[in-house]
């Protein structure tokens, strides 16, 4: 999908107040070694090959200069006057956790010149030479063990948003296929992506149908509102990331058998999203939150944990934890420590105990599961 998004090219865009998002997408694909991720990327590039062989994509990032450099317009000016062309860029990190490296050394600015180019066509790196001012679309594709996103993957990018601009993909091989040698014919695929390309350069901004409205303005606060906590700041670009993937569905060819007419009067139906092409950004949005649900879930306070299964089935008062569940051998201000972030995460739910009894009814703790 990603590379299809930065296929796509940078012509059409859905818009957000005045931000304006485009189909570049940054997927990170955490798999054991020797897991086929590799071999899952070089079935997409024959793909894009098949449809372009002039197509390539560009490994070996490691600074913000480097990342301005080859989006750099190759061909200039396209007349007196006349705005750059914007070029489609595709990184292909297959060793990501060498440019999680790269972006710890002191004074690298290749995090921050990502998170620009995932936010903008327009970017520059100031170096100490000149401004290197690029228009590019950009996406990112990486790979990484999941021992290796552990140990280089840091706090800093987890708060500052680099990595919640990525779509974060935990995958392993579903079956054995002894045979899967043989090459792979995605001609009429290939053509068909062409078609949906050429049809994408003639629109401009996209907006949902009434029914993906619909459907989106019931899932708004629930993609807005995250956890906090680190799987919270991971997931927190949860809407501009559907609305990217939407976008892309949309375009892409439907089915197998559709043609796709390049005339003025095919390209009215791809102006908008409807509710299939959203539905499906959707089932793709919840496999990567379930992704990065185990990858960057915080192990629970074994206390917590108990907490949780002394509250399900039965509400319980504060003085119930701590006599019954723990003996006596807990703190108020600790026990409150390990009570926020369940109601806060909403996995407990605090009732009033209505005994009508005289005084301040006592607080009742319900585990939600």
């Not at 990603?2 to 090219?9: D, M, P, S």
């Not at 620009?116 to 401004?131: I, Y």
């Not at 909403?346 to 607080?363: F, I, Q, T, Y």
Request: hydrophobic fraction near 40%; charge should be positive; proline fraction near 5%.
């Amino acid at each position: 999908m990603a590379l299809c998004g930065n296929f796509l090219g940078p012509h059409h865009h859905f818009r957000v107040a005045k931000t304006k998002h485009h189909t570049n997408l940054f997927v990170c694909l955490v798999g054991d070694t020797a897991s086929a991720k590799g071999e899952a990327l070089d079935c997409a590039k024959d793909l894009l090959h098949q449809a372009d062989n002039t197509w390539e994509g560009v490994s070996g990032l490691n600074s913000g200069e480097g990342i301005a450099a080859i989006a750099l317009d190759d061909d200039g000016d396209e007349g007196q006057g006349a705005p750059k062309k914007v070029k489609p860029v595709t990184f292909l990190e297959t060793e990501f956790s060498r440019l999680l490296e790269a972006s710890y050394r002191k004074g690298s600015t290749v995090g921050m010149t990502l998170r620009r180019a995932w936010d903008e066509l327009t970017f520059q790196v100031l170096n100490k030479n000149s401004p290197l001012k690029s228009r590019a679309l950009v996406s990112l594709i990486g790979h990484i063990t999941p021992t290796e996103l552990r140990q280089k993957m840091a706090g800093i990018d987890i708060g500052n948003g680099f990595a919640n601009r990525i779509l974060w993909v935990r995958v392993r091989p579903s079956k054995d296929l002894p045979e899967s040698g043989r090459d792979l014919d995605f001609s009429d695929l290939a053509q068909r992506l062409n078609q949906a390309r050429l049809v994408a350069h003639e629109i401009g901004e996209m907006q949902l149908d009434r029914e993906a409205s619909e459907l989106w303005r019931s899932l708004y606060g629930q993609l807005k509102h995250r956890p906090d906590n680190a799987f919270g700041q991971v997931t927190a670009r949860a809407r501009p990331n559907v609305i990217r993937m939407a976008m892309i569905y949309s375009l892409l060819p439907p089915k197998e058998s559709a043609a796709i007419e390049c005339s003025p009067l095919s390209v009215q139906p791809f102006r908008t999203i409807g509710l299939e092409p959203l539905q499906a950004a959707l089932e793709a949005w919840r496999f990567a939150e379930r992704s990065a649900y185990q990858l960057f879930s915080e192990p629970e306070d074994p206390s917590a944990t108990k907490i949780m299964k002394f509250c399900t089935g039965c509400p319980r008062s504060r003085s119930e934890i701590m006599a019954d569940l723990f003996q006596g051998h807990i703190s108020a201000a600790r026990l409150q420590e390990l009570l926020t972030p369940l109601l806060s995460r909403g996995r407990l739910v605090a009732v009033k105990n209505a005994s009508g009894r005289p005084g301040r009814p006592s607080e009742l703790f319900l585990a939600t599961n």
